[in-house]
């Protein structure tokens, strides 16, 4: 399959690569060599420093703040800004998608860079090339949609059409595919695929190890700011296991903990629950969902991105999405209202979004005020908080968690994703939950990150509390849960204890009519 | 990395220095604080001693209260993301009713007062409700706050003067009254600042019993008792110095009044529930719903209380110079919000202390009167003052965005912020506000650990 490769040239050699911030050394003769026509994963835990090493070759950390040299088409080059990078055709995009919202497409695809002469732009000419560019990528929308009316997995299409307008040699993606679902990745991949056969290159940074496998040609693992190996994925014969052993420096026993809860009775019931969406009144997006929880067991929902699955959480958690439109919620037998979030916090549920910084936490709070934030009542009298309960509830959970941190008095911030998604865990194990809904608890951290939570959701269900586990990764999924659902275009279109679900059944459920590229 | 926060630090360290005004937690006014005892002494020097007589001082107290209340509203709608416009506009027009509820309606001056806090709740429900139930932006609602109470205070005073009497003047102009035997001084302000170094004692003790509980870091105790030295100090010297000055005057009135609020308001602020939502809201306002805050009710709750000090400030004002006019309050939405950026808000919501703002507003009343004092004329001590403000977050916001210390930076810098340890890491994007201020209640990060 990946058979020529090894006679092409080679575009890029980075040598030695030494980065320092004060006190620190990012990257520690970091050396990464990519040929033409390749597909380069960088595979790395969060920290290792893969997005600084990114940042040294496309100019954002100009040249002489680093030490040893970048060697691109056979030159040492020195770039001084991005600018110059992108005109020597390295392109880089990240995982937050630079993209204006309110403009189209086109106007997106050429800002920047717009054609035309004095500052007055040709839009006959940028319209023309638009629509080249968007067939290139497989994109046949509109080119004068507004970019905040297509889906995420369509805006990274637009970045790369971005790219290719600027005479891409070399693209830098950062987490292409943390925010898309199985059908979009899979279409990125193809097209980065695609792009390989017509002399573009691609380094790729990626947590989801079953894409690299798939798609990558090498593999360089860094850790702990090293350059550990490098990897030809078949002759290598590279697998998951491989990749992670070599980023985190042993091999990781079972990814998944022990199922040891005892299953209780059913405690939580939902019953034919309906949610119209926010602004378009005919359009439902949970369509008589029924669901029950038991206490220790820990449920599964899959769904690809749109189903509904994120959608019908967060109805529950006191209407914090659409418009309620019918439905009953039960616990312990008794019917409950959860008219809103205090509400539902009263009623022992906690939700923990699928998306950390925008809804999970305040970015400018300290760990211990993060962490006491979904329940201050719990440690107030009156409305006066109690600094001393708050210091030593957060220094618990600072410690049963693992948190890494000097102290709880620091910023969230300065938190890697994993211990971020740590701190929102502790926020919500606070409100002592009976019903804990996890959305996407494992995007965008790293391995060792992930089998941590994994066994904090394990204890949870352990001590029992019941948890819904909605989640994009099917390994995650079956490997965690004990039931699991899957819903499709807001329904719920099946029921499977773990012990009867495979990835191909579930794929099945997950797509039961027509699959449509959700827009 | 793991081990436990308890070790016991010996020998000097910067933070030490820095927790002397800090106490561990909001560390940000110390870089201000710097800036205002700067600038304090140079005027000291420059006008050859007149800054810090105490005819001076009692002086810029009485001058400023009212526009440093403002500054306490104001910085906690900035923290929750709005700003407002019409504090001047709502001083004036709570202060001729004031005047004309004393003059036409025979209240007495407490009454008055009760009234005047009524009309300014009422101003701040209606803004409030806009803002918070209607979703009209705060900047908006207050422009036309600006206009609507400006041209009410107009309207029902005919743009005329309206005096106010004896009674209510206290407020604006009174002093602590002569009590005791005749010693040289007044007797309740030397009290005064002896209670407030008890108080500053007893705080600093339960402040490290507590950490102590806590098992927390503690600076060495020689900082604690720095601090209180340094601190009583300079109390003990202001007191008197306010004692001492010409018969007949003390510690006005007005700076009690400030003083209690600027207590009661970082208690808020720092303390309660209801701080704690504002910040949340001003951080991530739908972080914050998903975590149970009702921000709605947050939103209605910062404009009103900004109006109801508005209506303070005014009714201070109007007390000072014995009549409500047409007038009175132009441009003071620009002081006070000007005072909280100076102390270390963020345009961007989220970041801003009572007390940074407090003090932000004492280095603008300093300048000032200093700038008065030596006879230079208004129009160009506007121009400084705007000058000061623009460098002042400008240099904050430059050294943010290169990640180093510079002079001010390093006075106003949140320790850690800008270690290399941080930067090292995979940069979020998301790295705080263009406003200005780093997270003001984090604690450095201890590479030692």
Known sequence: METAHNAHPTILEMRSITKEFPGVKALDKVSLTVRAEEIHAICGENGAGKSTLMKVLSGVYPFGT????????????????????????IVIIHQELALIPELSITENIFLGNEPGRRGIINWVDAQRRAVELLARVGLDDD?????????????????????????????????????????????????????????????????????????????????DGKSIETLDVVADGVDEDRI?????????????????????????????????????????????SSFTVRRGEVVGFAGL????????????FGRSYGKFISGQVFKDGEEIKLRTVAEAIGHGIAYVSEDRKSLGLNLLDTIKRSIVSAKLSKI?????????????????????????TPTVEEGVTKLSGGNQQKVVLAKWMFTDPDLLILDEPTRGIDVGAKAEVYQIIRDLAARGTGIIMISSELPELLGVSDRIYTIFEGKITNELPVAQADPETLMRSMTSSSQKAVA | MSAPVTDKRSGFD?????????????????????????????????????????????????????????????????????????????????????????????????????????????????????????????????????????????????SATVPVGAGFQVIGKGYLPELGPNLGVNNLTMLLGIVVVLILIGLEVRGRRTRAVMGATSAPAWTSVARVVVLGGVVLVAAYLFATGRVGTSFPVSGIILAVLVVAYSFLTNRTTIGRHIYAVGGNKHAAELSGVNSKRVNFFVMMNMSVLAALAGMIFVARSQASGPFDGTGWELDAIAAVFIGGAAVSGGIGTVAGSIIGGLVMAVLSNGLALKGISSDLV????????????????????????????????????????????????????????????????????
């Open chain 1, 66 to 89: 680093y030490d040893g040299d970048i060697v691109y088409e056979g030159q040492v080059v020195r770039f001084r800004d991005i600018k110059q990078s992108e005109a020597a055709g």
């Open chain 1, 143 to 223: 080119p004068d949609t507004q970019v905040k009316n297509i889906g995420v997995g369509k805006q990274q299409l637009v970045e790369i059409a971005k790219a290719l307008n600027k005479n891409v040699k070399l693209l830098i993606l950062d987490e292409p595919t943390a925010a898309l679902n199985e059908s979009d990745s899979q279409h990125l991949l193809d097209l980065i695929r695609g792009l390989k056969g017509k002399g573009i290159s691609s380094i790729m940074i990626s947590h989801k190890l079953n894409e690299i496998e798939q798609i990558a040609d090498q593999i360089t693992i860094i850790r």
């Open chain 1, 244 to 288: 992670i052993r070599g980023m985190v420096g042993r091999t990781l026993g079972n990814r998944f903990p022990e199922h040891t809860a005892t299953i209780g009775e059913v405690f939580f019931e939902v019953r034919d629950w309906t949610v119209q969406h926010p602004l378009t009144a005919e359009r439902l997006v949970v369509k008589n």
């Open chain 1, 305 to 316: 991105m749109g189903a509904g699955r994120t959608e019908l959480a967060m109805s529950l």
């Open chain 1, 380 to 404: 107030s009298r009156g409305v006066v908080v109690n600094e001393l309960e708050e210091a030593q509830v957060s220094e618990q959970y600072r410690k049963s968690l693992r948190i890494k």
């Open chain 2, 14 to 158: 910067i933070r030490d220095l820095k927790s002397l005004f800090g106490g561990g937690g909001s560390l940000k006014q110390f870089g201000i604080l710097g800036a205002l005892v700067a600038i304090i002494i140079i005027f000291q020097l420059w006008t050859g001693g007149k800054t810090l007589q105490p005819g001076n001082i009692i002086n810029i107290v009485q001058q400023y209260s009212y526009i440093l209340i403002l500054a306490i509203g104001m910085v906690m709608v900035i923290i929750a993301g709005h700003i407002d416009l019409s504090v001047g506009s709502v001083a004036a027009f709570t202060g001729i009713i004031v005047a004309l509820a004393m003059k036409d309606w025979n209240f007495p001056w407490w009454a008055a007062i009760i009234l005047g806090l009524v009309v300014g709740g009422l101003i701040g429900a209606w803004q409030g409700f806009w803002v918070a139930y209607i979703g009209v932006p705060a900047f908006i609602v207050t422009l036309a706050g600006m206009l609507i109470w400006r041209g009410g205070n107009q309207f029902i005073g005919d």
């Open chain 2, 382 to 449: 506007q121009i400084i003052k705007g000058l000061v403000l623009l460098i002042a977050v400008g240099v904050d916001v430059f050294n943010k965005s290169q990640g180093r210390p510079s002079i001010i930076g390093l006075m106003t810098r949140n320790q850690g912020g800008r270690g290399g340890q941080k930067l090292a890491e995979e940069p979020t994007s998301t790295q705080v506000s263009p406003g200005g201020g780093t997270p003001d209640t984090v604690v450095p990060a201890d590479l030692k650990n």
